[in-house]
């Protein structure tokens, strides 16, 4: 069945950049997305891509897509200390289901 | 408006209570979705209704029973629940099968 990687955490200082790896085995995604998950909330969408795309930026966010090697990333550009969260990578194929990776949990420090 | 709202917030209930949670939304959405989500890790599919129709029931045992009165509404109806059965209870919305996932912000359940 499908799979989705992440790693599950990831220490960043305030202001720097933090970049949030996910790989994927089906070949077949048709998009494939970023949800934040702070502590007791819901997911937030931050953003998606298409699998045609290469690269979506918005803000402070980027995602970039290497079809080739089913690997995704989302950069986050100064990250603030409102960034610490969960990072779930998921993808669907048009199908009926989402397959979420397991999350990256981030924190930002001072 | 992307909004998916959920209620209540947090549940409390006994394993001989029967109470339900509601998921609502008006964005249109034909495609419903109940998880399941325990501490640090990701949302388990739990059942996906299509135009207002059973589409997916992911082996979900029969104290949870989903219910799908109109196409905006989505309730979860839980009888003679377990401790295990504790967990974030998401409900999400897309416009069709595959398409984006709109989430609602859960209910927390605790079961004694």
């Known amino acids: 069945g499908e799979d989705v990687e992440q790693s599950l955490f990831l220490s960043v200082r305030e202001g720097d950049s933090s970049v949030i790896n996910c790989t994927y085995t089906?070949?077949?995604?048709?998009?494939l997305y970023w949800y934040k998950q702070e502590p007791g909330a819901g997911l937030q969408l931050l953003t998606y891509?298409?699998?045609?795309?290469d690269m979506k930026q918005d803000q402070r966010l980027t995602v970039l897509l290497n079809k080739k090697d089913k690997h995704l990333s989302l950069r986050i550009a100064d990250t603030q200390t409102g960034d610490s969260a969960i990072y779930f990578c998921?993808?669907?194929?048009?199908?009926?289901?989402?397959?979420f990776g397991p999350g990256t949990r981030l924190s930002v420090l001072p | 408006d992307t909004e998916v709202t959920q209620t209540p917030k947090h549940l409390v209930m006994g394993m001989t209570n029967k109470k339900s949670l509601k998921c609502e939304q008006h964005m249109g959405h034909r495609a419903m979705y109940w998880y399941k989500q325990k501490a640090k890790k990701p949302p388990e599919l739990m059942f996906v209704?299509?135009?207002?129709?059973?589409?997916i029931n992911e082996s979900v045992p029969s104290r949870f029973s989903p219910e799908c009165p109109n196409s905006s509404l989505l309730n979860l109806h839980l009888h003679a629940l377990q401790p295990e059965d504790s967990a974030l209870y998401l409900c999400?919305?897309?416009?069709?099968?595959?398409?984006?996932?709109?989430f609602g912000p859960g209910t927390r359940l605790l079961v004694l």
């Open positions: 089906d070949s077949s995604s048709t998009y």
């Open positions: 998921a993808e669907t194929d048009y199908g009926q289901n989402f397959v």
């Open positions: 891509i298409f699998s045609n795309m």
């Open positions: 209704y299509s135009y207002e129709k059973l589409s």
């Open positions: 999400a919305s897309t416009a069709g099968l595959g398409e984006t996932q709109y």
